[in-house]
């Protein structure tokens, strides 16, 4: 049996199963990137609820794990060479995830760069965006009498979904004919932006064809309705 104790999160959240790979998150976009990628590869793992509204992120035990505070994370007992492996940041693990299973993700070096430029797109220009008008729209930002901000992050997320209605139009994923790491960066965030965000009509989101015809089929998919929903919530 694996031992995890070197790890100090695992006394916080012990691991039942310590030879699986331990999964501290919470089904957030970027959280559930991790839950569906461990459920459409099929690799063991143990779902650890971190529930960021009690702050338990910014927990000694999480900050061992994660100094940046934030969800999701992973502990590989199975990691190179054997050893154990800890990870944060969600694009990091599907990239490990990938190699890991040798599943989606390409093993030809021109296509995986590729792949690897559109899920650092989600990281770096889809994730933020959205986030921030998620912000302005549904939460504390939405009081703001100035909606200047909001108005900035929806012109900037709907010229991203743009990019990204462009990119599907002759192709069934973001890939091409092939399911990615690519698309399961990206689907929990373009369907929280139009579903828990309520943002679709400040981003023209139904004059778009092919991004919410790549969401259906995504979320149509199985390991996706149930990654959606893991770690479950209390």
């Known amino acids: 049996m694996s ?3 070197a790890f100090p999160i695992t006394r916080r959240w012990p691991a039942q199963h310590p030879d699986r790979i331990q999964l501290y998150s919470l089904p957030t976009p970027n959280g559930v990137k991790v839950s569906i990628m461990l459920e459409e590869t099929g690799l063991p793992y143990e779902p650890h609820l971190i529930d960021i509204g009690k702050n338990e992120t910014w927990e000694p035990e ?5 100094p940046n505070g934030k969800i999701p994370a992973i502990i590989d007992p199975n990691g190179p ?7 944060f940041e969600s694009g990091a693990i ?4 990938a190699d890991k299973s040798g599943k989606f993700l390409p093993t030809d070096p021109a296509a995986r760069y590729e792949t690897l430029q559109w899920v650092f797109f989600q990281m770096a220009a889809i994730g933020p965006m959205f986030g921030q008008l998620g912000f302005f729209h549904k939460f504390a930002g939405k009081d703001y009498e100035d ?10 997320s709907k010229r991203l979904l743009g990019v990204l209605e ?6 069934s994923w973001i890939m091409g004919e092939d399911y990615t790491i690519a698309d399961i960066a990206t689907l929990g965030w373009v369907r929280n932006l139009i579903g828990f965000y309520g943002a679709g009509d400040l981003v023209d989101y139904a004059t778009l064809k092919h991004v919410p015809r790549w ?3 995504g979320l149509a998919r199985p390991a996706v309705q149930r990654g959606l929903d893991i770690p479950k919530r209390g």
Do not use: F, I, T, W
């Open 215 to 217: 969401l259906e089929q």
């Open 166 to 171: 462009g990119r599907l139009a002759d192709r």
């Open 81 to 87: 060479d054997g050893k154990p492996l800890a990870l």
């Open 147 to 156: 909606k200047r901000p909001r108005d900035r992050y929806a012109a900037e």
């Open 94 to 97: 599907l990239v490990y995830l």
């Open 62 to 66: 999480y900050l061992s794990l994660n």
């Open 3 to 5: 031992d995890l104790s």
